[in-house]
């Protein structure tokens, strides 16, 4: 077997070929038992209808 220099080896690796998987990374989901944050100025707040204001 012959000795390879790294820019031949670096040559015959194709592009385009698929790589594994890489370990997901970023956040982290939070566990939320309604599956959102409720905001503690609108938990207080009676539900009141704002009706868009269509302007001329």
Do not use: C, Y
Request: glycine residues 6%.
């Amino acid at each position: 077997m012959t000795r390879l220099s790294k820019q031949f080896r670096r040559r015959m690796v194709s592009p385009k070929r698929p790589s594994p998987p890489a370990k997901k990374t970023g956040a982290k989901k939070d566990l939320l038992e309604k599956g959102f944050k409720e905001h503690l100025n609108v938990s207080g707040a009676p539900q009141v209808f704002i009706p868009k204001i269509k302007s001329l």
